[in-house]
């Protein structure tokens, strides 16, 4: 399985959760893990799965997030799936930068593999919460077995 995951980070709690989930892929293939800023913008179709990944601010995106969200070129079915960090309230309340993610990826031809993830923050500069980043390794574990089981499935 080749993944790729791109994520923004101004505290260091997303690049945290990029990480976790990032090591927890390894076991299946090879794993490129990097910025937004230094993200491609052609997506290359011989990916299993793309994880996007960001700080909720401002109900959404970060600049840098967004910026790679609106360069980035379209493609047609390649497996994606959204996560971000955010205060522990209602989406309602604080917006989520995963369901952001989720519709542009969308928009853009990826497949979406699963509803966007939120993981959570104590503060503003953190850190995240007790067991959240056990939470992206289970997520990241759940993400893995679902794209090998459906590639069992189409054999």
Do not use: C
């Amino acid at each position: 399985m080749n993944t790729l995951v791109v994520y923004d980070s101004k505290f260091g709690n997303t690049e945290r959760v990029a990480r976790v989930i990032a090591e927890r892929l390894q076991r299946h293939g090879a794993v490129e893990l990097t910025t937004a800023d230094r993200a491609p913008l052609t997506i290359s179709r011989a990916l299993d799965l793309v994880v996007v990944g960001g700080p909720t601010q401002g109900h959404g995106v970060s600049p840098a997030l967004r910026t790679w969200l609106q360069a980035v070129e379209p493609v047609d079915g390649v497996r994606a799936a959204a996560f971000d960090t955010r205060f522990a309230k209602p989406r309602w309340l604080t917006g989520s930068a995963g369901q952001v993610i989720a519709r542009r990826l969308g928009r853009l031809g990826f497949r979406m593999v699963r509803d966007p993830e939120s993981f959570f923050v104590a503060h503003t500069d953190g850190p995240l919460l007790d067991r959240e980043p056990e939470r992206a390794t289970d997520w990241a574990a759940t993400l893995a077995n679902e794209l090998i089981t459906a590639a069992s499935f189409l054999r």
